[in-house]
């Protein structure tokens, strides 16, 4: 399945305006977040997700269009009202739709979060009942996803965290009353490359500062002992007090044991 839509966060309700009256959207081309699909002139759709200045419309996808063209035009000449300013020359990939279309039902974000950019593939986009729906990711972090919403444990795809001047996307973060919890998958390559391992560990050292605990899942856990990985998710989500809801952090939920799936930590090395 290609990976064809863009999922594009909308600053304000200026660029709202642009995008409503104007009809195109900007990046700016130095950017380091710049998705490929733009670079590449392959994206087919793009989205809107707005973010908290939207207030009452915050943390939804409730726009998008079908892109018309992609060209790279100087900021001056895409704002021409606005005052020249250090910004003024920079180049700025401007994205062009046919026309702004309204989704019969918004893709909300439950845990109301940040979101830069997604690119997810059409099946994903029309099936989408949450913001974690749209992530198309590895075959390892798609079958730990479909087992998640199977058990019901809620969690957050490619969660953005900064710290200091650090950011790091976490492949699944679970929110529990006492602890963060962020699930990893790592391919094949994690035991064999010392450097993207001592890289690693650094990352979650930093981010056991911020009192985020990481569980680490290789291609062989994954692939042969998958009802165990599961299983030691769950125990370690309830060994910290459960999951929080959603809308009430203050409520907290214990993720019970599948049928499928028995026990086999009793225990943990926390």
Not at 10 to 20: F, T, W
């Amino acid at each position: 399945m290609n990976k064809n839509i863009l999922i594009a966060y909308l600053p304000s309700r200026r660029d709202l305006g642009i995008v409503q009256h104007k009809l195109w959207y900007r990046i700016p081309v130095l950017s380091q977040n710049v998705p490929s699909i733009v670079k590449n002139n392959s994206v087919k759709m793009i989205a809107f997700y707005q973010p908290k200045v939207f207030k009452e419309d915050a943390h939804l996808i409730r726009f998008y269009g079908i892109v018309k063209s992609i060209s790279i035009i100087k900021r001056k000449i895409l704002l021409k009202d606005e005052p020249n300013n250090t910004k003024s020359e920079n180049m700025y990939y401007k994205i062009q739709i046919e026309k702004l279309l309204r989704l019969p039902h918004s893709i909300p974000s439950l845990r109301n979060r940040r979101i830069l950019f997604i690119t997810t593939t059409l099946d994903r986009f029309n099936d989408a009942n949450e913001i974690n729906d749209l992530f198309f990711e590895s075959p390892l972090e798609e079958k730990f996803w479909t087992e998640f919403k199977r058990i019901g444990i809620s969690a957050e795809r490619q969660y953005y965290e900064t710290i200091g001047k650090s950011n790091f996307y976490l492949d699944f973060a679970l929110f529990c009353k006492n602890r963060k919890l962020a699930v990893e998958c790592d391919g094949d390559s994690y035991h064999t490359d010392k450097i993207l391992v001592q890289k690693d560990k650094r990352r979650d050292n930093l981010l056991g500062s911020r009192g985020w605990n990481i569980l680490r899942y290789t291609t062989n856990d994954i692939e042969y002992h998958f009802k165990e990985s599961i299983s030691q998710v769950r125990e370690t989500v309830n060994y910290y007090g459960g999951l929080e809801d959603h809308y009430d952090p203050s409520k907290c939920r214990y993720i019970p044991e599948a049928s499928s799936m028995p026990t086999l930590f009793s225990d943990i090395d926390l």
